[in-house]
Every structure is written in structure tokens, then in C-alpha cells.
């Protein structure tokens, strides 16, 4: 077998090779920055934080969420969350509601306008996709789609794992780097 220096540095039990990572982690970043970048200039979306159409989006998708349901939805702290919707709040696209029987807890849900806005965003999107995954040849379709999934799959099969083993303890790198193991939490 002949591969570059490069093509073997990866870890033996990892058959995946560093140029073929390196490649996807730049293809995946460059698909982010140009979805995200043709999607603020859709006229819904310009002008608004990235932050707000994705608190926006998730109220949409799952209605009525607490605050730090939305902030872990879009990866940000409490009060960034709590300010972004304060924002959508103040212009009409969500309402507060305290939890009946907690009066401490309080909801955000969308309004119709929220909805509207969602219903737009998610179909720009979709046209978006619609016509990027055109260009592909048609039985590249499936097979792009169903590597997706399986990436997909994988990377929350990591964030599950994550989760479940905690922070990381000194000299560990977690789940997503090269040493995953934990301090033995029992002493």
C-alpha cells in the first residue's frame, strides 16, 4: 500500500486518514459559513443575529421552551439566550408565560408572526437545498443524503457519549480528543 506521511498519523484502530478528515472538516465548516451567509440575505432573515433566527427556529420547530431550553438548543449561556428572546419578544415574535404551577419558571412561546417567519426561513432553506443537491447526479442523491445521517448519527452518538461522561477531568482531552477516559468519580 502506498500512502503519504500524512495518510498514516492517525490512530491504528482509526482506518479514516488524516487528509480524508482534514478534507471534510474544511468542506464542513465552508458548508456553514455559506449556508448561514446565503440565508441572511434572505429579506426575513437580514438584519437579524444568527442567535435570534436560530432561537426563532426552534421555537418555531418545538413551540413553548423554557429559556435554557432555547439556550442549549443553540449552544449559548442562559443570559444570551434570555436577551435574544427579549428581543424577539419585543417585536412580536414571542410571548412570555409563567409555568402555572411554578410560578418561578417561565416559557417563551411563538407568536403566528414567529410562525410566519420560520414557515419563510425554512423554505428559503429548502429551496437552497433543493437546489445545491440538483447539481448532484441523480444517484449521488441517496447516497449523499443517507452519509449525512450516518455522519449525523455519529457526531450526536459523540455528544450523547459526552454528556453522559461529564467534564473531563484534569489531563483528559473528553470524548471528541485523543484521551476520553474519566477520573473514577466513585472516590
Known amino acids: 500500500m502506498n500512502t503519504s506521511e500524512s495518510e498514516t498519523s492517525h490512530a491504528p484502530e482509526d ?19 455559506l449556508l448561514h451567509t446565503t440565508l ?15 432561537a426563532l427556529l426552534i421555537l418555531d420547530h ?15 449561556s442562559m ?21 402555572p404551577s411554578d410560578r418561578r419558571q417561565v416559557f417563551v412561546r ?4 414567529a410562525r410566519a417567519i420560520g414557515g419563510q426561513i425554512k423554505a428559503a432553506r429548502r429551496h437552497q437545498l433543493r437546489a445545491a443537491i440538483a447539481r448532484l447526479d441523480p444517484a449521488e442523491r441517496p447516497v ?3 452519509s449525512l445521517a450516518a455522519l449525523t448519527a455519529a457526531l450526536r452518538d459523540d455528544l450523547d ?6 467534564p473531563p477531568g484534569p489531563m483528559t ?8 477516559t474519566r477520573k473514577d468519580r466513585s472516590r
Do not use: M, W, Y
Open 15 to 33: 482506518p479514516v486518514p488524516d487528509s480524508l478528515v482534514d478534507a471534510a472538516f474544511a468542506e464542513i465548516a465552508e458548508l456553514g459559513k
Open 40 to 54: 441572511g440575505c434572505h429579506p426575513v432573515a437580514a438584519g437579524r443575529p444568527p442567535g435570534q433566527i436560530k
Open 62 to 76: 418545538h413551540g413553548r421552551r423554557t429559556v435554557g431550553e432555547v439556550a442549549a438548543g443553540i449552544g449559548v
Open 79 to 99: 443570559p444570551t439566550a434570555s436577551e435574544l428572546l427579549d428581543r424577539l419578544v419585543e417585536e412580536g415574535l414571542a410571548e412570555r408565560e409563567t409555568n
Open 110 to 113: 411563538p407568536t403566528a408572526a
Open 144 to 146: 449523499f443524503v443517507r
Open 161 to 166: 457519549r459526552a454528556v453522559a461522561l461529564g
Open 173 to 180: 482531552t473528553g470524548p471528541l480528543g485523543a484521551d476520553s
